[in-house]
């Protein structure tokens, strides 16, 4: 057999690709190796063999992967051969990323390298190496923190938690833990694309962020549940973006969006468990509004079309005034009430948010008690002109609120 020189390929990072198509259930996500079982055999081997790298032997200083097949890659020509093996790596490499956002030195991009044997018409890779590329400066020296840093928020979660807690109380606590401790932010560097933001300051992070910190707390808590990422279209235009799918005990699959959820000072719950034709802020169906590609996986879990219909992540009621007027120093407020049960239960009440500016900055907020509910007055100064209403409830410790009318 004859050698050649070793050959070196630097792969430019890709951006996963997925799509809503139907695959059967399978309950893989909670042993964290949903994109594992998508791929092929030889595939598998380098999933495996980083998987061993980084879990087993807790090597996350040692940049370089040594891959093990079980059996050669091989190509009728040299050419051939690279793309078999970028395939294969590509397709093993981004399923550990995405099954295991807790490796976080782990990075969109690598180099791999190779020898090659020839033998008659047939080309063989042995001796692969995957060398990653850190998504910042530091991060392997990182995980010692970082892992006391979940651990410290998973013990805080559960232990704020009901006793027996149902599945929807964790994934809201989770849900609610992210977007309370991160900050939506594109400046700095790649740091704000793992999910280290969430666990260890600064807080900020972009969407993958809030996505991968989202799974590492579903995976403490042993909740199935993927990354996934695509296009989302608004009235903004196409962006990228990164979310979540989880798996309830109905063993349906349900959205979750921590990053469109956070709104800063406030929490909404209008992407938290959602279904193809729930309806986002924007009042379109949810399925509509994303598009995932499929480049890299093309088979995934089948959204489910409704809400789950829990107490928590039921679509609250919007409600609008019907009369603001001014009655000496008191204004006088009458809105539409909601006496329909929501997700099991009536809702707690309204809130009135008032300012003397458009945009509502430093407004405040009146809460009024009571489903059933339709007339408040309370005295202000008349120098408030705009004003807001929405319908919120609680449950077991959670508050869900409605959208802003």
Known sequence: MKKSRVISLLVVALALSVVFAHVSEVDAAADRTYYRSLISAKAKNVYDSIYKHYIKDKKYTVKKVNI???????????????SNLSNVIEKGYYAFYYDHPEIISLYRGYHYHWYISRSGNTYSAYSVTVT????????????GSFNKAVNTAYK????????????EAKLYAIHNYICKKMTYS????????????????PHKGVCE?????????????????????GNTYDSNGQGSHAWNYVQMTNKKWYLVDCT????????????FLKGTKSKGTDGKAIGSTRSPSKSIFTK??????????????CNMPKTKFTTLMWSGSSIICRWNKKTAKYGGSHITGYQIRYST?????????????????????FNIPKKYHWYMIRTYKKYKGFTIYGQWN
């Not at 093990?68 to 690279?82: A, C, E, I, P, Q």
């Not at 089948?302 to 789950?308: F, Q």
Request: charged share 30%; hydrophobic share 25%; net charge positive.
């Open 260 to 271: 469109w959820d956070d709104q800063g000072k406030e929490t909404l719950n209008t992407y």
């Open 209 to 229: 962020s809030y996505a991968r910190s989202f799974k590492v707390l579903c995976d403490k808590f042993g909740i199935p549940c993927i990354q996934l990422s």
């Open 156 to 167: 805080k979660i559960k232990k704020n938690l009901p006793k027996k807690a149902s599945r």
């Open 68 to 82: 093990n097949f079980d059996k050669y890659v091989t190509g009728s020509s040299k050419s051939n051969l690279r």
């Open 357 to 377: 500016k458009k945009n509502m900055k430093n407004s405040k907020i009146k809460t009024i008690k009571g489903y059933n509910k339709s007339y408040a007055a």
């Open 132 to 143: 990653v590329t850190e998504p910042y400066s530091g991060a392997s020296k990182q995980y």
């Open 186 to 201: 594109k400046k700095g560097n790649d740091r704000k694309q793992v999910a280290v933001p969430a666990f260890l300051s």
């Open 300 to 313: 995934y879990p089948k959204l489910n079309k409704s809400s789950y219909n829990g107490h928590l992540s």
